[in-house]
């Protein structure tokens, strides 16, 4: 059974920074990809970052390139958002969510989801 479970989120005021952590488990790391999504509100589910297992290429969306970086932890089992420079719009639910190997990282590819975090960027 493939679990995930987010943690990290919180109340951070624009400019701050926030780590999210993704415990994720029952799924095969070299055969997968991982990514992270939010849903702000009013807004549809947006794909924010990617790990392709068999390019080993990550890869961000226009809305979060230079200021989040995704990490993957395979030791520990953990995948990890560091988010900076975090702006009002950055605040909704975010998500880790898991898919094959081979997704185009879209959202409607993904077949596992976390359960979400919030986050919210506000002064």
């Known amino acids: 059974e493939v679990l995930l479970v987010e943690s990290g989120g919180g109340l951070v005021q624009p400019g701050g920074s926030l780590r999210l952590s993704c415990a994720a488990s029952?799924?095969?790391?070299?055969?997968?990809?991982i990514g992270w999504l939010r849903q702000t509100p009013g807004k549809d589910y947006e794909s924010l970052s990617c790990?392709?297992?068999?390019?080993?290429?990550?890869l961000y969306s226009d809305s979060v390139k230079g200021r989040f970086t995704m990490s993957t932890d395979n030791a520990k089992n953990t995948v990890y958002l560091q988010m900076n420079s975090l702006k009002p719009e950055d605040t909704g639910v975010y998500f880790c969510?898991?898919?094959?190997?081979?997704?185009?990282?879209?959202?409607?590819?993904?077949?596992?989801w976390g359960q979400g975090t919030q986050v919210t960027v506000s002064s």
């Open positions: 969510a898991v898919g094959g190997s081979r997704t185009d990282c879209s959202v409607s590819t993904y077949a596992v």
């Open positions: 790990f392709k297992s068999h390019t080993g290429l990550t």
């Open positions: 029952g799924f095969p790391w070299d055969d997968s990809s």
